[in-house]
């Protein structure tokens, strides 16, 4: 690792240390049963210890400049697949699996909250185990009314049960980032199965888009003041988005698509 040039744009820092890769894995609960998608195969360590632990690894790694050292690690159960996967249809992604697969990733701060959208959309996944920015983290897991809450917190909690697993101090990445880590487990559980989850997610963007204005005035713009105040009480419209809880969110929101 030490003749390997870190790249910056692609948010490259890798961790070394055994047992932290032990404990990812272990938290993750990887089982000789499972199926791991690995998003960032970054020098191989990690992928290493999953091959160890599950059934089949698919990895996807952006960089190509390692796929001569991935490629010689000689890791049977392992696929690697070279190239962005945020480029690669979902669809495409879940056909290399079963039934159910399991995702562990190490995700670039730059790009963690797209990536996790992308895998909320999909049915194949059981589980996300996500080493994430401690903040990103804090906001994925706040409960209604935290300082912290927010879009990701009401999506998150739309799709699973999430909890932080261990706070992962910068000095265990090399190169050592600016920031604390955490690894962030969720437990997907589908709660809303008829909900337009796209719509939702439009909806609820809308109505944080100006965290000091109230409800009405972060929707009024989209749906105008006459049907709020038509479909919603005045006390409701006086709330702040960080006020509702999920299912208050989506009574809302299938109050006004209705």
Not at 19 to 27: E, G, K, R, W
Not at 39 to 46: D, R, T, W
Not at 166 to 190: C, G, T, Y
Request: aromatic share 10%.
């Amino acid at each position: 690792m030490s003749e390997f040039v870190f790249k910056k744009k692609f948010g490259q820092n890798f961790i070394s240390d055994k047992n932290l890769l032990s404990a990812i894995a272990s938290d993750a609960e990887i089982s000789a049963e499972d199926e791991v998608l690995e998003i960032g195969a970054g020098a191989g360590s990690l992928t290493q210890v999953l091959s160890q632990r599950a059934k089949k690894v698919v990895s996807f790694e952006i960089d190509k400049d390692l796929q001569e050292s991935l490629l010689a690690l000689n890791l049977p159960n392992v696929e690697f697949v070279f190239g962005d996967f945020m480029d690669m249809d979902m669809t495409e992604v879940e056909k290399k699996f079963g039934e159910k697969f399991k995702v562990v990733a190490n995700l670039p701060y730059y790009i963690t909250t797209p990536i996790l959208f992308k895998l909320f959309g999909s049915k194949k996944v059981d589980s996300l185990m996500v080493m994430v920015q401690k903040e990103v983290a804090e906001r994925a897991v706040a409960k209604v009314g935290e300082c912290d809450f927010g879009i990701l917190s009401v999506m998150t909690a739309l799709y699973g049960d999430a909890e932080i697993s261990r706070i992962v101090k910068r000095q265990m990445f090399h190169p050592v980032p600016n920031v604390d880590s955490a690894l962030l487990h969720i437990k997907m559980r589908e709660k809303f199965p008829n909900l337009d989850k796209k719509k939702f997610s439009n909806f609820v963007r809308a109505s944080f888009s100006m965290r000091r204005k109230t409800l009405q005035n972060n929707l009024a713009g989209i749906y105008g003041k006459e049907k709020l105040q038509k479909v919603f009480d005045e006390q409701t419209l006086k709330r702040r988005a960080e006020s509702f809880s999920l299912e208050e969110f989506v009574e809302m929101f299938e109050k006004i698509s209705a």
